[in-house]
């Protein structure tokens, strides 16, 4: 019983000992809490070891929604783009700002490929103690922050004009956003691709009547070459443009799958409301329309690909100019007899004069 007492006494004045030092060594200021200051190699190991089993404890029970939704995907990166640039870049942005200056310094999420995304989920909805990264969970609601997972899995690899073309902007540009879904639950922001101010209908429609030097023609071409685009599927969009460009009724229909959504001038149509009311209205806003392609992009996406564009165009529309920076994203499925498009979202802004 006496060494049972003399071995609690001991354990009491190494712990008091202990917390002693622990102590005076806080409070000496010895260490260094800069962020431009590395930790101490075991410090680092400690850290880290605590990060990953205490994320690894955490995300056992978080039920994956299904990460292939092209809409989810493109939402993902219109977020992404506004709040994660800055911190792990974006295709074609090798560094920032702000990244040098981070300590531990944030993974570059476009070479980061397999990522779990129960992981990718836990982190981003709560955040990383001692860290940059927020609790975007505090401002964000489960659907949105599952975008940004279903785009991270695909970010890997992905050129800057795919990511343009899905609505990813370059940090700079980013300093004034509105994040995608915060409107509804998966419903894009920014001025319709519809009905505008001036009642216009800005769709994209190819690069008729312009000259192969022009340098946003050339990024088209080169788009095609990306290891997961579908040039063929490409290929459908660019005949969907031609066919509204020069009012083609016959071939638009057909280039839209029977159960088509159609989502322009905050409307979201069918296929048969479409022919009856709205695809006239594009057509005739097209026809003497000067298109000018800014860049496209396209993704496999298992049995369906997603293709996004951007143009610029210039028209007139009841006497008065127009001139809008159109936004196009196309799901396409692949049938017997070619590419199909299954969903259409349009987006217009203004051009700056």
Partial sequence: ???????????????????????????????????????????????????????????????????????????????????????????????????????????????????DPKRSFWIIKHGIKMSAMPAWGKTHTDDQIWDMVAFLQKLPGMTPTQYAALGGKPPAEDEDHMHAGMEDEHAGGGESHGESEQDGHAHEAGDAGHEASDPAASTISMAGLAANAVPAAESAAKAFHEALKRGDRQVVLALLAPEVVIHEGGETQSREAYAASHLNHDIAFLKDADIRPVDIGSMAMGDTAMVGSRSQVRTTHHGEPVAVLSSEMLTLKKAPNGWLITQVDWVSQPLQP
């Fill in 1 to 115: 019983m006496k060494n049972h007492q003399r071995h609690l006494l001991a354990a009491g004045i190494a712990i008091g000992v202990l917390a002693i030092g622990i102590g005076g060594f806080v409070w000496s200021g010895l260490y260094n809490i800069g962020a431009d200051d590395p930790h101490w190699a075991p410090t680092r190991m400690l850290i880290d070891n605590l990060r990953e089993h205490s994320i690894g404890a955490r995300m056992v029970d978080v039920a994956v929604p299904n990460l292939e939704d092209p809409q989810r995907i493109r939402l993902g990166a219109v977020n992404y783009s506004a709040m994660c640039t800055g911190c792990h870049l974006a295709p074609g942005v090798e560094d920032t700002e702000i990244r040098p200056g981070l300590y531990p310094m944030p993974p570059n999420l476009t070479t980061l490929a397999n990522q």
